[in-house]
């Protein structure tokens, strides 16, 4: 059983944001039409965080296959996550911190990533919650706190900040 622990966001601040502007760089050498975001809550200030970073790397459809295969050279596939037509993951767990990277199509059914890091920047009452849910799942069972997450994320999309993106 994987347990899941938190750190404050202050703790990752600048590494997260060092390899972020270092992996966007190397990104769009090979995706130069790519939107390369930070995502995630290294992104969100005065979040918990599990301590890694976060990228979603927008493409439009037409690029998308090569996307994936210039990401693929970069990054290992995340085999834990969905593999669908428009959207794939990538990690890199050798970095500080971990990495992720989400590849979705824009405008696709998961394109949202940056949509939650809006939200959440946006109404502070929103990252608090989120932060509660993360409280109670500190040093418990991972794959409880990810169903959680779900929910909570589910409940997000249905607020008026996330409607309005």
Do not use: C
């Amino acid at each position: 059983m994987e347990i899941v622990t938190f750190l404050d966001h202050n703790t990752f601040k600048t590494k997260a944001d060092h390899l972020f502007m270092e992996q966007r760089s190397i990104i769009k050498a090979v995706l130069p039409n790519a939107d390369v975001q930070h995502v995630g809550s290294t992104a969100i200030p005065n979040s918990l965080t599990k301590g890694d970073l976060d990228i979603q790397v927008r493409i439009e459809p037409p690029e998308f296959e090569h996307a994936v295969e210039a990401l693929s050279k970069l990054y290992a596939p995340n085999e834990g996550s969905t593999h669908t037509e428009s959207f794939r993951a990538f990690k890199d767990d050798t970095t500080i911190p971990p990495l992720g990277v989400q590849l979705t199509v824009v405008h696709s059914e998961f394109d949202f990533f940056w949509k939650f890091r809006d939200v959440l920047l946006s109404n502070d009452r929103y990252r608090q919650k989120y932060d509660e849910l993360k409280k109670k799942y500190e040093g418990k069972d991972m794959e409880l706190y990810r169903q959680a997450k779900n929910d909570f994320f589910e409940w997000l999309m249905e607020t008026p900040e996330f409607t309005r993106l």
